[in-house]
């Protein structure tokens, strides 16, 4: 892709502001990720990465979690948000991996292509586009674009994708945009632009890196 084109501009623009951000080799079990990434939903990155700790601390394997009370894991995720909701998604999840294989070892998924993983990852109630991509790129270090509220508000504020299309549309229109090599980085970058600039209620437009590229202040 020629570097003129607007993703290389944002890209550049961004690596120039926040510094270039570099995959880091991950060997947990990509169920670690899986699970991360369903807390996250609908709470702030605070009171995810809380939630996990907690629930790691309380109920230090998937196979005590499994065990454990629907109760007990709302009790022990209550900070993350939608405590009993989220408790019901891992504790079917966890069924459902356990009665397939008897273990919650999924580091076989690193063996797999993306769309084999996508389809396994897919089966399961509530996990959607985004889930599955994080588990790739994080866990696996395989190709994905994952596009959170941050990178979702950013991408529409910018004009990149329509406001009007849904996150998981916004999702493959940007990995069919965005060159693999720029996957992990630009999503970094988007995500701490997202938290730091392009605020959802005030964004700091004045001090914005890309507000020459930006259509939301033109």
């Known amino acids: 892709m020629p570097p003129t084109t ?15 951000k570099r995959a880091r080799r991950v060997r947990t079990n990509p169920l670690d990720e899986l699970i991360f990434t369903i807390l996250s939903q609908n709470t702030s990155d605070l009171n995810s990465h809380r939630a996990f700790q907690l629930l790691r601390q309380v109920l230090p394997t998937w196979q005590d979690v499994h065990e454990a009370s629907e109760r007990k894991v709302a009790e022990a995720i209550n900070s993350g948000g939608l405590a009993r909701l989220k408790a019901a998604r891992i504790k079917t999840i966890l069924k459902q991996i356990h009665r397939e294989q008897g273990h919650f070892d999924l580091t076989f998924l690193r063996d797999l292509s993306i769309e084999e993983v996508r389809a396994y990852l897919s089966r399961f109630k509530g996990i959607g586009p985004k889930t599955i991509a994080c588990v790739l790129l994080f866990s696996l270090g395989k190709p994905a674009f994952p596009v959170d509220t941050h990178v979702y508000r950013v991408a529409t504020r ?26 992990y980085s630009l999503h970094m970058n988007l995500v701490e632009h997202g938290r730091k600039t392009c605020k959802a209620r005030t964004p700091l437009c004045g001090s914005c890196p890309l507000s020459k590229l930006c259509a939301y202040t033109r």
Do not use: C
Request: glycine share 8%.
């Open 6 to 20: 607007p993703i290389n501009k944002i890209h550049a623009a961004l690596e120039r502001h926040y510094g270039p």
């Open 158 to 183: 910018l004009g990149v994708v329509n406001a009007k299309v849904s996150p998981g549309k916004a999702q493959a229109l940007l990995e069919a945009m965005v060159p693999p090599a720029l996957y």
